[in-house]
């Protein structure tokens, strides 16, 4: 496969997640070439973010502030082509949204999810007051 442009990688990447979740296309911006889905939460207290810079897909959550509080890549989930990064990208959105995957949360931020609150618990060293909710909780 020839290399593809920012252009066209944010473009597939877009048609891929609009035929799974048509609803994002009211977020869909572009900066430049870079694809940018902002969707605001049902509770409007965070706003979850996806984004194609460096051809790469990154989601993350902006606190109330506007200021990133956590984000991750495909990449760290083992997806490096772009047909494994979507494929990876709308498994991990269908499970956010689903609510399988818990998003945890210290001083009201999202600070990374889970789906084993029991386990961030127990392995919470620093005794942080940690929060654990659905997508539709916040």
Known sequence: M?????QEYSDIIKTGLLTRFPEFKRFVRYVDDVLIIEIPSPMKTQLFWISTQDMEITIGFDNANGDCSW??????YGAYE?????????????DIFEGNELLVLEDNEVIYLTKNP????KNNEDNKIL???K???I
């Open 2 to 6: 020839n290399k593809l442009s920012q």
């Open 82 to 94: 772009i047909d494994d990064e979507l494929r990876t990208l709308i498994h991990l959105l269908t």
């Open 131 to 133: 929060d654990f909710k």
């Open 118 to 121: 029991e386990d961030e618990l």
């Open 135 to 137: 997508w539709n909780e």
């Open 71 to 76: 984000h991750t890549h495909m990449s760290l």
